[in-house]
């Protein structure tokens, strides 16, 4: 409705057409128009019923104990999966439409972690340190130019380790394995390994013994600094027959080796 005030007018007729009703109304100073527009119809144009799809994907955000919805400053990435919550938890919402946010979720509204996310939280929790490695000569003793360095691992070294998760009836377990031992001699070569090398033995003389991971020193040197890394594999299986690879885990050490020419007595008589 549209009002228009017009002070001091003389009275006029007016009338009415097909498009608008007009009326005059008197009041005691001056006269009231007001007029009624007929709704005109908007030119058509094409609407679309579809809306974008959004998508969102949730990560578990740990409480602490006792506590609800108390904020993510409280999160635990440390807690068992296997403990669930009594009313809900906190979730780390990423969505395609916007920004990461915390949202909290009662167990009913809770998305289920799939077994693969499980898996690759578990491989994340595998205990993986860097390797023990041993050496003959000693680590701290000379070795020599010309003769084999070996490089071998601590026992218990190379071997597979694994962590179970489950959440509900979902579960999965993932397995880290040794696949090589990369040897970085600190003269610019290279040694790849595939296995923990052989153990020297002390008691047995030396030339009865042969290294599945040695290397020769053809320049003496007071410390070469040498990088000695494990590479492991990864697989997981889980709920409803899943499984597959995971990516590898690299852990490293480095050390000191001093290298020596031997020098030869000669002696008349």
């Not at 949730?58 to 602490?64: D, G, I, L, N, S």
């Not at 962590?163 to 394995?177: F, M, N, Q, S």
């Not at 696949?179 to 009865?208: I, K, S, W, Y």
């Not at 040498?226 to 597959?244: E, F, L, M, Y």
Request: glycine share 10%.
């Amino acid at each position: 409705m549209t009002h228009l005030l017009v002070a001091g007018l003389t009275l006029l007729s007016l009338g009415t057409d097909d498009d608008d009703s007009v009326g005059v109304s008197r009041s005691y100073f001056d006269y009231l128009i007001s007029a009624r527009e007929k709704p005109r119809r908007a030119p058509a144009s094409p609407v679309s019923n579809t809306k974008p799809k959004v998508t969102c994907s949730y990560q578990r955000w740990w409480y602490a104990n006792g506590l609800q919805k108390v904020g993510g400053e409280y999160a635990d990435p440390d807690r068992t999966l296997s403990s669930e919550p009594v009313k809900g938890a906190w979730y780390l919402a990423t969505c395609s439409n916007g920004i990461p946010k915390l949202v909290w979720l009662d167990n009913r509204r809770a998305p289920r972690a799939s077994a693969e996310q499980l898996a690759q939280r578990a491989y994340k929790r595998i205990p993986i340190a860097p390797p023990r490695v041993l050496t003959a000569p000693p680590r701290g003793r000379d070795g020599l130019v010309g003769l084999p360095h070996w490089f071998y691992l601590a026992k218990g070294e190379w071997q597979a380790k694994s962590k179970r998760l489950r959440t509900g009836a979902v579960w999965a377990e993932a397995t880290a394995k040794p696949q090589r031992m990369t040897v970085n001699t600190g003269d610019g070569h290279t040694l790849v390994c595939h296995g923990p090398g052989t153990t020297f033995d002390p008691g047995r003389p030396a030339e009865q013994q042969r290294s599945t991971c040695s290397y020769r020193y053809g320049q003496p040197a007071d410390a070469r600094q040498v990088g000695v890394s494990v590479t492991w594999g990864g697989t997981w299986r889980g709920s409803g027959g899943a499984g597959g690879t995971l990516p590898p885990i690299t852990r490293s050490v480095t050390f000191p080796v001093r290298i020596v020419e031997a020098q030869a007595l000669v002696t008349e008589g």
